[in-house]
Every structure is written in structure tokens, then in C-alpha cells.
T-cell receptor, first 114, second 113 residues
Framework: AQSVTQLGSHVSVSEGALVLLRCNYS??????LFWYVQYPNQGLQLLLK??????LVKGINGFEAEFKKSETSFHLTKPSAHMSDAAEYFC????????????FGSGTRLLVRP | DAGITQSPRHKVTETGTPVTLRCHQT?????MYWYRQDPGHGLRLIHY???????DKGEVSDGYSVSRSKTEDFLLTLESATSSQTSVYFC????????????FGSGTQLSVL
């Protein structure tokens, strides 16, 4: 069965610093990969997704992620953190089977210090 | 924002009582999903629907049932609520299969005492 592991339930960075949120997946077939963001008291919003093609994916709000098949990773980065980036981030994976159901990681809460 | 409304937004109930949560969409999307969110577990799929009267189980379906009699409404029922079902429940919709964009509702906070 597919699974997603997010390393670090909490990540704290200073405003202006690099943001790196880690995601590793287990899949026997090339997956589709997603990052979602959840702001307080809201539902999730799609940040970016990888399906096929270019392995470096750019998303909204300056975030990007790189699919590395050899490392089974899909880490999320942003060069310079902003206070408004404070939220919880979820990595998710689905397979190319008929169900296409998303499997979510346990989430990483990003704290941005002034 | 996608037109997804979850009701109620908050509910407190007692163990053993039935509870129904409603998800209503105005997007005419085919796929609808119910997830629960718990600390340390992320979001886990309870049930999903791929059309009117077409539903299937997710990874944590025990104790839950669903119904979809109209495209716009997807109901989640806890037949006999238990304290382990205290959670935040999210409805999501997608126009096609899950490799497309999911739109989420604002969630329902359910407390079972």
C-alpha cells in the first residue's frame, strides 16, 4: 500500500529564511504527488502537484517542489519565508490505478518567527 | 472559492446517538469525498462518491455510512457515535479523478462525549 512520510511535525524558520518541508513516499509505480496547505480554521488548498513531465514543479505563493524518483522524495521549498506562510502543510500521493484516491501525510506545521 | 458548504460547522453529541453531516456543492462536480482530520494522522479518507448513488469505502470507513441521492449533496452518517469519532470532518470535491484539484469545505468539528 502507498504511504507518505513527512519528516518533522513542526518546522520553525525566521522570516526571510529558506523553507524546506520534507516528504517521502512509498510507491511501486510512478505516483502523482501533491502539496496542500491549510490555514487556521480552513479547509485545505492545493499548492502544487506533480503528475508527469518536468520534475521541478512551481506552485502558488512562491513555493516549489522537486520530484526525485531515485530518492522517492517530493520536498517543498520556498527561498524566503513570509509571516503569511505560517500554516500546516500536507504532502499527498495517489497512484495511477483506477481509484486515484489521495493518501495524505500527517502534516507539518510551519512556524515563521519575526 | 469553490462552492462547498458543510453543515453543521460544530456539533456536540453523546455516545450512541446518530449524527448526520451534510456536504453541499454548487459546482456540479462528479466526485465527492469525506475525510477526517486527527492530530498526527493527517487526513484519512472515510468514503467517497463517484456519482449519484455510487459510493465506495475509504481507509477508515468502519462506523460510517454515506448517501448521495443528488449530485450536489453528500451525507455522512454516524449510526451510533463513539468518542473515537471525535474529529474534524472535511468534505472535498473534484471535477474528475483525484489527480485533479481537490476543493475542500471548511470542516465540521464533531465532539462525541
Amino acid at each position: 500500500a502507498q504511504s507518505v512520510t513527512q519528516l518533522g511535525s513542526h518546522v520553525s524558520v525566521s522570516e526571510g529564511a529558506l523553507v524546506l518541508l520534507r516528504c517521502n513516499y512509498s510507491s511501486s509505480v510512478p505516483p502523482y504527488l501533491f502539496w496542500y496547505v491549510q490555514y487556521p480554521n480552513q479547509g485545505l488548498q492545493l499548492l502544487l502537484k506533480y503528475t508527469t513531465g518536468a520534475t521541478l514543479v512551481k506552485g502558488i505563493n512562491g513555493f516549489e517542489a522537486e520530484f526525485k524518483k531515485s530518492e522517492t522524495s517530493f520536498h517543498l521549498t520556498k527561498p524566503s519565508a513570509h509571516m503569511s506562510d505560517a500554516a500546516e502543510y500536507f504532502c499527498a500521493v495517489t497512484g495511477q490505478d483506477s481509484s486515484y484516491k489521495l493518501i495524505f501525510g500527517s502534516g507539518t506545521r510551519l512556524l515563521v518567527r519575526p | 472559492d469553490a462552492g462547498i458548504t458543510q453543515s453543521p460547522r460544530h456539533k456536540v453529541t453523546e455516545t450512541g446517538t446518530p449524527v448526520t453531516l451534510r456536504c453541499h456543492q454548487t459546482e456540479n462536480h462528479r466526485y465527492m469525498y469525506w475525510y477526517r482530520q486527527d492530530p498526527g494522522h493527517g487526513l484519512r479518507l472515510i468514503h467517497y462518491s463517484y456519482g449519484v448513488k455510487d459510493t465506495d469505502k475509504g481507509e477508515v470507513s468502519d462506523g460510517y455510512s454515506v448517501s448521495r441521492s443528488k449530485t450536489e449533496d453528500f451525507l455522512l452518517t454516524l449510526e451510533s457515535a463513539t468518542s473515537s469519532q471525535t474529529s474534524v470532518y472535511f468534505c472535498a470535491i473534484s471535477e474528475s479523478v483525484a489527480n485533479e484539484k481537490l476543493f475542500f469545505g471548511s470542516g465540521t468539528q464533531l465532539s462525541v462525549l
